[in-house]
Every structure is written in structure tokens, then in C-alpha cells.
């Protein structure tokens, strides 16, 4: 399948700001998605991006997205230890989606 | 609605042994897809189903068999189960024409074990 890379981990202090990377090569995505797996869950979707928008807000989660470089991140503001959880960017592709490897994201009090 | 639902939980096979995982899901989505899920490998996609009588192969689909004979349900059959089989499986539907585009959901998973 194409390609989609994820940092494997980040750690971050509650309160802080996380920001997690992705990169994907299949520039006919339509929409672009990140699901959240809590430890010993199945995948709940988080939140998306349309292609042709470059930001969308929600809440605490801002997805940016730079469909030139096909770069999309994913911002949580105020951070608490309830977001620990793997986090996986998948971009559509057809009648699926393409999956990074997750980014397991750790906040400490 | 129970959404996707997914039996067994969890399962232990020899090598060498059959056995078919459920998946069934009442939203009335079109597409059901298998992924299997193995650690640092993210999930990857085995076979995927546009709607009833239709299947396709995705990235990883050998040692697997899938079939849909109605919409609701889209099993998963391992023909003779080997060690690489060991692995987290999830099945996900979504629904063609949805607002958020190709939304997946997910049903909790089969955890199984090949020895």
C-alpha cells in the first residue's frame, strides 16, 4: 500500500501541547483521518481534514494539513493524561484506509 | 445499534488448524474490511468487501479467505493457521455516501494466538 510514516513515540507534560507528524505519498486521499486506540480498544476516530481545507479546528484538536508536501499533524491543546493513547494518521485510499504505525503518546503529570 | 461486533475475543490454534473469525455490524454499511494489527507494523489491510458478493484483496490477503453473502456479515477463514498469523484482527465498516468521507468504525477485535 502507500506509504504513511508516523514518529513511533512522544512524550509530553499534562498541559502542555502535543503535536504529532505524519508524512503520506498518495496525493488522491480525499480525506485524511486520525483514530485514536486506547490500550486493549479498537480504533475510535478522532477527527479529519477534507482535502481542500488546510486547518481545521475542534475543540482541543487542530489538524493542519499541507497537501503540497503531504504533511498532516495533529495538535492537542492543554494535553491531559487521558490522551494517552496510539495515535494513527490514515489518509483514504479507495475502499480503505492506509494506516502509519502509530504514534504512542505519553503524558506524565 | 450494536455497531460492529466481532467474536471470539480472543483465540489459541496449532499450526495447521482452521478456524473463521465473525464479523457482523447492523448500520447497513456497504463496506466491510478486514486489517490485522501487529506491534510497530500499524494496521494493514487483508481483504475488503464493497458490498454483498463483492471482496477484493488488500495488502496482506495470503493464508486468508473472505466471503459476503449479505451485507451484515463479512467472516474471515484462516485456512491452516501458522505462527505469522499471530496477530490482533480487527474488522471495520463505513458507509458509502457518508458525510466524513470513507469513516471506518471498528469493531474491538480478535486477539489470536498461533502455536
Known amino acids: 500500500g502507500e506509504d504513511v510514516e508516523q514518529s513511533l513515540f512522544l512524550s509530553v507534560r499534562e498541559g502542555d501541547s502535543s503535536v504529532i507528524n505524519c508524512t503520506y505519498t498518495d496525493s488522491s486521499s480525499t480525506y485524511l483521518y486520525w483514530y485514536k486506540q486506547e490500550p486493549g480498544a479498537g480504533l475510535q476516530l478522532l477527527t479529519y481534514?477534507?482535502?481542500?481545507?488546510d486547518m481545521k479546528q475542534d475543540q482541543r484538536l487542530t489538524v493542519l494539513l499541507n497537501k503540497k508536501d503531504k504533511h498532516l499533524s495533529l495538535r492537542i491543546a492543554d494535553t491531559q493524561t487521558g490522551d494517552s493513547a496510539i495515535y494513527f494518521c490514515?489518509?483514504?485510499?479507495?475502499?480503505?484506509?492506509?494506516f502509519g504505525k502509530g504514534t504512542s503518546l505519553l503524558v506524565t503529570p | 445499534n450494536a455497531g460492529v461486533t466481532q467474536t471470539p475475543k480472543f483465540q489459541v490454534l496449532k499450526t495447521g488448524q482452521s478456524m473463521t473469525l465473525q464479523c457482523a455490524q447492523d448500520?447497513?454499511?456497504?463496506?466491510m474490511s478486514w486489517y490485522r494489527q501487529d506491534p510497530g507494523m500499524g494496521l494493514r489491510l487483508i481483504h475488503y468487501s464493497v458490498g454483498a458478493g463483492i471482496t477484493d484483496q488488500g495488502e496482506v490477503p495470503n493464508g486468508y479467505n473472505v466471503s459476503r453473502s449479505t451485507t451484515e456479515d463479512f467472516p474471515l477463514r484462516l485456512l491452516s493457521a501458522a505462527p505469522s498469523q499471530t496477530s490482533v484482527y480487527f474488522c471495520?465498516?463505513?458507509?458509502?455516501?457518508?458525510?466524513?468521507?470513507?469513516?471506518?468504525?471498528f469493531g474491538p477485535g480478535t486477539r489470536l494466538t498461533v502455536l
Open positions: 471495520a465498516s463505513s458507509k458509502r455516501g457518508s458525510r466524513v468521507g470513507f469513516e471506518q468504525f
Open positions: 448500520m447497513n454499511h456497504e463496506y
Open positions: 481534514i477534507f482535502s481542500n481545507m
Open positions: 490514515a489518509p483514504d485510499s479507495g475502499y480503505a484506509l492506509n
